[in-house]
C-alpha cells in the first residue's frame, strides 16, 4: 500500500491541472458516429495489484461510471474510452486495469503497464512527479514537473491508451453501461456511440436524372419595351435600334405533373449576333441586334463571297447544363438577350447606363412573363412562330425557388436582376410588383463575370441575403483581371451572412462555356505552376464543358 500524509494535496493540484481542457479530440472513428452518451470526468483508482476492490485508505470503491441509453430499435453500438497508469513507485500495485459492464456482464476488460519514466523518486511523501498524470502530461503537451525539484523535468510517460471497440446490434430498449478502475489506474474517457441516422446523398449532377426531358422555344416580335430599356424613340428608323425581344430556350421535363418546379434562368454573354453558317470559315457580325436579321455577305470575289450568315443562338449554349438539370425536376429558361443589347460596340448602349440594367430588366420581364402563364395559363399566346408549343405551364412553376445563372456580362446582369428586384432603386419599375408570383430567389451563380463593366453605370451590384457563387476561368483571355472577385470581396467585407464563394478552374478560358461561340478567343492568360489551357487548339471543348457540370 502507498500512503502519503500530502496524498488528497498533490492529487487536488493536478486534477485541478487535468480538468482544464481535459477533452480529446475524437479520432475519425467517432466522427462518423452519433454520440449517446458520455462520461468524462476523471476517476482515479487505489486498490490492490489487478484488482478493482477493496480499496486503500478513505478511496472511494470501486471507482466506477454508469452510462444509460434508450434505444428505439435494435442498434449498433460502440464504446470509446481511454486508460492510464497513475502510480509509478509502489510494490503492490503498479499497472491500470479497467473493465466495462453491460447490462451487469463484464464485456471488456483491459489493462496499462508501469513504465519507469527514468527519475529515481526523492520522496515517499510525493513520490516526486509520478504520483498522477493528467491528460494534458500522457498526450504530450506538458512534462511532468517535480513538486519537489522544479529543475528535474522527466520524459512523457508512455503508460496510457485510448481505445474504440465495436460491440454489435444491441436490441431496442434500456441498456446500462458500467465502467471500473483499478489497481492504479485512472479513467477520464467514457462514451457511447451509435451510427448516425441515414442521410440522403445528393446524386451526381453531372449524370442525366430519371425524368424525359423536352426542349422547346418561345419568341415574341420584337419592339420597344421601356421597361426593359428607357431610351425609346418615335421616329421608325431609329426605333429599331431600341427593339427588345422576349426569345428564349427552355428545358423542362416532358411531363409537368408534379408541380411545383423550380426554377432556372440562365444569360448568356455579349457576343455577336450573326456569324458564318460554316463553321470553318470564321466571320461575324452585329447586323441582327439592331435590325433584326442576318444578310449573307455580298462580295462577288475574295474569301468571303457567297459567305452566308445566321443567326447566332447564344442561348443555347448552355444545353449542356439545362438539360442534365431538367431531367431533375427543375423548369429552365436560357435567354437570349441579343436584340437591342448584344454586341453593339461603342454605343449609348453597350457603353452607357443602360448595358447591365437591360439586360437585368429583360431578364426580370421572362419572369414576368413567366408568372402570367403560371397564373393564367400558357397555351393562349401566340409567337411570331405561331401557337406555344409547350406543355400547360398553369400553376407548375415554384417561384418560391428561383436560380439564376449568367455568364461573362450576363454574370454581373443576373445579380443586377436579384438587386433590382430585392432592392428596387429601378427608375419607375417595382418588379416585386409587376411579377404577379412572389419570388424566392435561392442562389445565384456567375461564370467569369463582368463588374461594373460599362461607363457611366451608377451603381454596382451584389448578392445579399442570397446563396451567391463565382467561377472564375483562370486562363481567362476576355476578363485576364478576374473582375468576378470583386463583388466577392465587397460581399465579405460587408459581413453577409449568405453563403459566399469562389471557384478558380485551372486551364478554363472565358467563351468555351457557350458552346454556340465559334471564334477563338484572345491569347488565354494563364497564371500559376501547371496551369495550362485545357484546349490549346480549339475553338470548343468537351474537357472544359464539363468543369460546367459543378456548378
Given at each position: 500500500?502507498?500512503?502519503?500524509p500530502?496524498k488528497?494535496?498533490?492529487?487536488?493540484?493536478?486534477?485541478?491541472?487535468?480538468?482544464?481542457?481535459?477533452?480529446f479530440?475524437?479520432?475519425?472513428g467517432?466522427?462518423?458516429?452519433?454520440r449517446l452518451a458520455?462520461?468524462?470526468?476523471i476517476?482515479?483508482?487505489?486498490?490492490?495489484?489487478?484488482?478493482?476492490t477493496?480499496?486503500?485508505?478513505?478511496?472511494?470503491?470501486?471507482?466506477?461510471?454508469?452510462?444509460?441509453?434508450?434505444?428505439?430499435?435494435?442498434?449498433?453500438?460502440?464504446?470509446?474510452?481511454?486508460?492510464?497508469?497513475s502510480?509509478?513507485?509502489?510494490?503492490?500495485?503498479?499497472?491500470?486495469?479497467?473493465?466495462?459492464?453491460?447490462?451487469?456482464?463484464?464485456?471488456i476488460?483491459?489493462e496499462v503497464?508501469?513504465?519507469n519514466?527514468?527519475?529515481?523518486?526523492t520522496?515517499?511523501?510525493?513520490?516526486?512527479?509520478?504520483?498522477f498524470?493528467?491528460?494534458k502530461i500522457?498526450?504530450?503537451?506538458?512534462?511532468?514537473?517535480?513538486?519537489?525539484?522544479?529543475?528535474?523535468?522527466?520524459?512523457?510517460?508512455?503508460?496510457?491508451k485510448r481505445a474504440?471497440?465495436?460491440?454489435?446490434?444491441?436490441?431496442?430498449?434500456?441498456?446500462?453501461?458500467?465502467?471500473e478502475?483499478?489497481?492504479?489506474?485512472?479513467?477520464?474517457?467514457?462514451?457511447i456511440?451509435?451510427?448516425?441516422?441515414?442521410?440522403?446523398i445528393?446524386?451526381?449532377?453531372?449524370?442525366?436524372?430519371?425524368?424525359?426531358?423536352?426542349?422547346l422555344?418561345?419568341?415574341f416580335?420584337?419592339?420597344?419595351?421601356?421597361?426593359?430599356?428607357a431610351r425609346?424613340?418615335?421616329?421608325?428608323?431609329?426605333?429599331?435600334?431600341?427593339?427588345?425581344?422576349?426569345?428564349a430556350?427552355?428545358?423542362?421535363p416532358?411531363?409537368?405533373?408534379?408541380?411545383?418546379?423550380?426554377?432556372?434562368?440562365?444569360l448568356?454573354?455579349d457576343?455577336?449576333?450573326?456569324?458564318s453558317?460554316?463553321?470553318?470559315?470564321?466571320?461575324?457580325?452585329?447586323?441582327?441586334?439592331?435590325?433584326?436579321?442576318?444578310?449573307?455577305?455580298?462580295?462577288?470575289?475574295?474569301?468571303?463571297?457567297?459567305?452566308?450568315?445566321?443567326?447566332?443562338?447564344?442561348?443555347?449554349?448552355?444545353?449542356?447544363?439545362?438539360e442534365?438539370l431538367a431531367?431533375?425536376?427543375?423548369?429552365?429558361?436560357?435567354?437570349?438577350?441579343?436584340?437591342?443589347?448584344?454586341?453593339?460596340?461603342k454605343?449609348?448602349i453597350?457603353?452607357?447606363?443602360?448595358?447591365?440594367?437591360?439586360r437585368a430588366?429583360?431578364?426580370?420581364?421572362?419572369?414576368?412573363k413567366?408568372?402570367e402563364?403560371?397564373?393564367?395559363?400558357?397555351?393562349?399566346?401566340?409567337?411570331?412562330e405561331?401557337r406555344?408549343?409547350?406543355?400547360?405551364?398553369?400553376?407548375?412553376?415554384?417561384?418560391?425557388?428561383?436560380?439564376?445563372?449568367?455568364?461573362?456580362?450576363?454574370?454581373?446582369?443576373?445579380?443586377?436582376?436579384?438587386?433590382?428586384?430585392?432592392f428596387?432603386?429601378?427608375?419607375?419599375n417595382?418588379?416585386?410588383?409587376?411579377?404577379?408570383?412572389?419570388?424566392?430567389?435561392?442562389?445565384?451563380?456567375?461564370?467569369?463575370?463582368?463588374?461594373?463593366v460599362?461607363?457611366?453605370?451608377?451603381?454596382?451590384f451584389?448578392?445579399?441575403?442570397?446563396?451567391?457563387?463565382?467561377?472564375?476561368?483562370?486562363?481567362?483571355?476576355?476578363?485576364?483581371n478576374?473582375?468576378?472577385?470583386?463583388?466577392?470581396?465587397?460581399m465579405?467585407?460587408a459581413?453577409?451572412?449568405?453563403?459566399?464563394?469562389?471557384f478558380?478552374?485551372?486551364?478554363?478560358?472565358?467563351?468555351?462555356?457557350?458552346?454556340?461561340?465559334?471564334?477563338?478567343e484572345?491569347k488565354a492568360?494563364?497564371v500559376?505552376?501547371?496551369?495550362?489551357?485545357?484546349?490549346p487548339?480549339?475553338?470548343?471543348?468537351?474537357?472544359k464543358?464539363?468543369?460546367?457540370?459543378?456548378?
Open positions: 500500500m502507498c500512503e502519503r500530502e488528497n494535496l498533490a492529487f487536488g493540484l493536478l486534477l485541478g491541472l487535468a480538468l482544464f481542457g481535459t477533452q479530440p475524437l479520432g475519425s467517432a466522427l462518423a458516429q452519433t458520455a462520461n468524462n470526468v476517476r482515479a483508482a487505489n486498490s490492490p495489484a489487478n484488482s478493482f477493496p480499496c486503500f485508505a478513505d478511496s472511494a470503491c470501486p471507482v466506477k461510471k454508469r452510462l444509460t441509453v434508450m434505444l428505439p430499435s435494435a442498434t449498433d453500438i460502440s464504446v470509446r474510452y481511454d486508460l492510464g497508469q502510480h509509478g513507485y509502489c510494490e503492490d500495485h503498479s499497472i491500470g486495469v479497467v473493465r466495462i459492464l453491460l447490462d451487469g456482464v463484464e464485456i476488460r483491459d503497464p508501469f513504465v519514466y527514468g527519475v529515481a523518486p520522496s515517499l511523501v510525493l513520490e516526486d512527479f509520478d504520483f498524470f493528467p491528460s500522457v498526450m504530450g503537451f506538458d512534462n511532468p514537473v517535480s513538486k519537489v525539484d522544479p529543475k528535474r523535468i522527466g520524459p512523457v510517460l508512455q503508460s496510457y474504440d471497440r465495436t460491440l454489435g446490434s444491441l436490441a431496442g430498449g434500456s441498456h446500462t453501461f458500467e465502467l478502475v483499478g489497481d492504479a489506474g485512472w479513467n477520464e474517457i467514457f462514451e456511440y451509435a451510427p448516425p441516422p441515414q442521410r440522403l445528393a446524386p451526381d449532377a453531372s449524370s442525366f436524372g430519371p425524368l424525359k426531358i423536352t426542349s422555344e418561345y419568341k416580335p420584337a419592339k420597344q419595351q421601356p421597361d426593359v430599356l425609346v424613340s418615335s421616329n421608325p428608323k431609329a426605333a429599331a435600334f431600341f427593339f427588345t425581344e422576349l426569345w430556350r427552355v428545358y423542362t416532358a411531363e409537368l405533373d408534379q408541380p411545383a418546379y423550380p426554377i432556372l434562368v440562365f448568356h454573354g457576343h455577336a449576333s450573326c456569324q453558317t460554316v463553321p470553318d470559315r470564321p466571320g461575324t457580325k452585329n447586323q441582327y441586334a439592331t435590325e433584326g436579321k442576318c444578310d449573307d455577305d455580298k462580295a462577288s470575289s475574295g474569301v468571303n463571297k457567297g459567305r452566308k450568315f445566321m443567326i447566332v443562338p447564344s442561348h443555347e449554349g448552355y444545353a449542356y447544363l439545362a442534365r431531367s431533375w425536376g427543375y423548369f429552365v429558361i436560357s435567354v437570349n438577350a441579343t436584340r437591342g443589347l448584344g454586341a453593339l460596340d454605343t449609348e453597350t457603353d452607357g447606363p443602360e448595358y447591365i440594367p437591360g430588366r429583360l431578364v426580370l420581364k421572362h419572369l414576368q413567366l408568372s402563364w403560371n397564373r393564367l395559363g400558357s397555351q393562349s399566346e401566340i409567337d411570331v405561331g406555344f408549343p409547350g406543355p400547360e405551364l398553369k400553376g407548375a412553376l415554384g417561384f418560391s425557388e428561383v436560380g439564376l445563372l449568367g455568364h461573362s456580362v450576363g454574370g454581373e446582369a443576373v445579380r443586377a436582376a436579384y438587386d433590382l428586384y430585392q428596387g432603386g429601378d427608375l419607375s417595382v418588379w416585386s410588383t409587376k411579377i404577379r408570383d412572389a419570388i424566392t430567389f435561392r442562389g445565384i451563380f456567375e461564370i467569369a463575370p463582368e463588374d461594373g460599362a461607363q457611366g453605370q451608377s451603381r454596382l451584389n448578392s445579399f441575403g442570397v446563396n451567391w457563387n463565382v467561377l472564375l476561368p483562370m486562363c481567362d483571355g476576355d476578363n485576364i478576374l473582375p468576378g472577385v470583386k463583388p466577392f470581396d465587397r465579405i467585407a459581413s453577409d451572412r449568405s453563403q459566399k464563394s469562389t478558380g478552374v485551372w486551364g478554363a478560358n472565358h467563351n468555351a462555356y457557350n458552346t454556340e461561340w465559334r471564334e477563338r484572345k492568360q494563364c500559376g505552376e501547371g496551369n495550362f489551357p485545357l484546349f487548339e480549339k475553338i470548343d471543348s468537351p474537357p464543358r464539363t468543369g460546367g457540370f459543378g456548378l
